[in-house]
């Protein structure tokens, strides 16, 4: 080596991620597809909490957004848990993309570039931790703004909507009976899966009308319940759940919307139709309260501005006069999991302490050697009194 002269390593070219590809603009049609290993292909503006945590947990290699996964309206949190699970996310590789590239696909990332054999088909953004955490920053600061929007078109929704909430519903014809006793409304939300096991105790006791919306029927079968009821447009629901035996309600809005109605005429299974404003999880409230729920525990359902606009809504106003007329019957699943936390109940108390006398009993009735102590103590007894 040449004196003075610093020798440099030759850095090394970074590893290539191949894979299939899976594609759909819908991110929540997608997750239902991919296996691990493959490389997911979205058009997700930013990239939400929910959307996310499917991606991981279908093990994806890649994931491959042709929008911003954040375009700093509000601090949304799928990004940074994407990148925290190790799976790389390639942003803004542009909307061409989703025509371009086709559904089974072997495809390769190197560095941004996605190619498939020879031809590079876009060229994408790999976010790393430090810029994600740099835009949540900026998008907190600036949340001031979209902040008023969502408040602006939540009092204008009321100011146009607030009497429909409150009219009487038309209930539809179902079995199952709601009148003295709980529901428990499932959305596939924040935290559901760990809102769930934290509340078999109250299940087990309670015996709750466990009602699905949408995705959440499948949320109740992941830990071997059935849903009595699927509620819904029937957009993220399996086929599978969906011929569990449940009763199906299909949300229909006042102004005759009915979203979803042509996969259920298509899967020609029987269905009751609900007409009432506002989301399916809101509805389905409405259901249990109107058919006679003694207390309705709701599970993943959205209660922030984030988790509101992660769904795509600019306002809350349904979801707001909804819990209005509901008053003290709704409680979320965290306050009534707390409750049961660790609870020791004064008849399994009372059940313990009798199982130990019980046994103490028994050993003392069937062991030789408290044979022998006992009639030990009676002859010393019986001649102590006997001298006396």
């Not at 969502?150 to 009321?158: K, M, R, S």
């Amino acid at each position: 080596m040449i004196s003075g002269i610093k020798s440099r390593r030759r850095p090394k070219a970074p590893a290539a991620i191949e894979g299939t590809v899976r594609v759909d603009r819908r991110t929540k049609d997608l997750i239902r597809r991919l296996e691990i290993g493959d490389i997911a292909v979205i058009d997700h503006v930013d990239l939400d909490r929910v959307a996310a945590d499917g991606l991981i947990e279908a093990g994806v290699a890649a994931v491959v957004n042709a929008a911003a996964s954040i375009s700093g309206r509000y601090p949304n949190g799928g990004p940074i848990r994407v990148v925290h699970a190790g799976i790389p996310l390639l942003d803004a590789a542009g909307d061409d993309l989703l025509d371009r590239v086709r559904e089974g696909d072997a495809v390769r990332i190197v560095a941004g570039e996605i190619w498939r054999g020879d031809e590079l088909l876009a060229t994408a953004k790999v976010l790393t931790e430090p810029e994600i955490e740099a835009a949540m920053h900026d998008a907190r600061a600036a949340i001031g703004a979209e902040l008023e929007r969502f408040a602006d078109n939540t009092l204008e929704y009321i100011r146009r909507e607030a009497r429909l909430t409150f009219e009487p519903l038309s209930l539809p014809p179902l079995h199952t009976q709601f009148v003295g006793r709980h529901a428990l409304v499932v959305v596939r939300g924040h935290d559901y899966r760990s809102d769930l096991a934290a509340l078999r105790s109250y299940i087990r006791e309670y015996r709750p009308v466990l009602i699905g919306v949408d995705g959440g029927a499948d949320a109740l079968r992941e830990i071997g319940l059935k849903p009595d009821i699927i509620i819904g447009d029937f957009d993220s629901v399996s086929e599978a759940t969906l011929r569990c035996g449940a009763e199906l309600v299909h949300h229909v809005h006042p102004d005759g919307r009915a979203p979803g109605r042509e996969n259920l005429v298509d899967w020609a299974v029987d269905y009751h139709e609900f007409v009432a404003e506002g989301t399916s999880e809101d509805v389905a409230m409405l259901l249990a309260y109107e058919s006679g729920s003694q207390l309705i525990v709701a599970v993943g359902t959205h209660a922030t501005m984030v988790e509101f606009l992660d769904k795509g809504r600019r306002g809350m106003a349904s979801t707001f006069l909804t819990r209005l007329r509901l008053g003290p019957a709704l409680v979320d699943a965290k306050g009534v999991s707390r409750l049961y936390e660790g609870r020791v109940r004064r008849l399994d108390m009372a059940l313990l302490i009798g199982a130990a006398v019980l046994a103490m009993v028994v050993v003392g009735i069937v062991a030789e050697p408290i044979h022998v102590f006992a009639r030990g103590l009676w002859v010393t007894l019986k001649d102590l009194f006997s001298n006396s």
